[in-house]
C-alpha cells in the first residue's frame, strides 16, 4: 500500500512563473491537507480538501495560492507569479476521514524560487 | 488559538543513553490529541507517538515515550537507548478533538543530534 506520494521532489521556478505541486494520497482516504515549512519553522496549515471540495483554506495566502482535489487524479497546489518567499518546503498529508487521529504525510516538494 | 512550543532548538545525546526533548502548549479546551513527528534529512515526517489528552496514562512505543503533564500543558518525549538513526528534527504537534478539527499545530522543533 503506497503512501501519500508528492510529486516533484525538488522544484525550482524563477520569479513570477507558476508552481504546480501534486499530492497523491494514500489508497482510500478522501481527505487531503497541505501545509508549508519555512526554514527553521515548523509546518504551518494551509488548506484542507475533500474531492472536489474545499473545507478550509483559512492558512492559504489571498493570492496567487490555490488548491483543487478533483474526482479523479491528484490534489495540486498551485502558486502563481512565484516570488522569493514562496521558497519552502510544501507537504501534503492525507487522511481517512476528517476526524482523523492519524494524518500521513508525503516527502514534501522542496520548492526554490530564483 | 493553540500555540505549541519547543523551547530547545538543538539537543545531543550520546548513543545508547536517554533524552528528553520538552514541548508545552497552550489551549482553552480538555480534549484534544499531541503528537511527536520525526523528521529525518529525508523530509518524511514520521508520527513517533501519539497521546489522547482524557487518557492520564503515558503513551509508549518501544524507547519512545512521553511524560504528559495536563495542568502544567507540557508533553515531552524520552528517547532511551539512544541510536544513530534517532538523529531528526522532532516536531511536538496540537490537535483539537472537537467537530470539524483537524488541523495540526506544529511547534518549530528540536534537531536532535547523537553523538556516536
Known amino acids: 500500500n503506497a503512501g501519500v506520494m508528492q510529486n516533484p521532489r525538488h522544484l525550482v521556478r524563477r520569479r513570477g512563473q507558476e508552481a504546480r505541486l501534486r499530492c497523491s494520497p494514500m489508497?482510500?482516504?478522501?481527505?487531503v491537507y497541505w501545509y508549508r515549512q519555512l526554514p527553521e519553522e515548523g509546518l504551518k496549515f494551509m488548506v484542507y480538501?475533500?474531492?472536489?471540495?474545499?473545507?478550509?483554506e483559512s492558512g492559504m495566502p489571498k493570492e496567487r495560492f490555490s488548491a483543487e482535489f478533483p474526482k479523479e487524479g491528484p490534489s495540486i497546489l498551485r502558486i502563481q507569479q512565484v516570488v522569493r518567499g514562496d521558497s519552502a518546503a510544501y507537504f501534503c498529508?492525507?487522511?481517512?476521514?476528517?476526524?482523523?487521529?492519524?494524518?500521513?504525510f508525503g516527502q514534501g516538494t522542496r520548492l526554490t524560487v530564483v | 488559538a493553540q500555540t505549541v512550543t519547543q523551547s530547545q532548538p538543538e539537543m545531543s545525546v550520546q548513543e545508547a543513553e536517554t533524552v528528553t526533548l520538552s514541548c508545552t502548549y497552550d489551549?482553552?479546551?480538555?480534549?484534544?490529541?499531541l503528537f511527536w513527528y520525526k523528521q529525518p534529512p529525508s523530509r518524511q515526517m514520521i508520527l513517533v507517538i501519539r497521546?489522547?489528552?482524557?487518557?492520564?496514562q503515558n503513551a509508549t512505543e518501544n524507547r519512545f515515550s512521553v511524560n504528559f503533564q495536563k495542568a502544567a500543558k507540557s508533553f515531552s518525549l524520552k528517547i532511551s537507548d539512544s541510536q544513530l538513526g534517532d538523529a531528526a528534527m522532532y516536531f511536538c504537534?496540537?490537535?483539537?478533538?472537537?467537530?470539524?478539527?483537524?488541523?495540526?499545530?506544529f511547534g518549530k522543533g528540536t534537531k536532535l543530534s547523537v553523538i556516536p
Open positions: 498529508a492525507s487522511s481517512l476521514t476528517g476526524r482523523h487521529t492519524e494524518a500521513f
Open positions: 489508497k482510500g482516504h478522501s481527505h
Open positions: 480538501l475533500q474531492k472536489e471540495n474545499i473545507i478550509d
Open positions: 489551549t482553552s479546551e480538555s480534549d484534544y490529541y
Open positions: 497521546q489522547e489528552a482524557y487518557k492520564q
Open positions: 504537534a496540537y490537535r483539537s478533538s472537537g467537530a470539524g478539527s483537524y488541523q495540526l499545530t
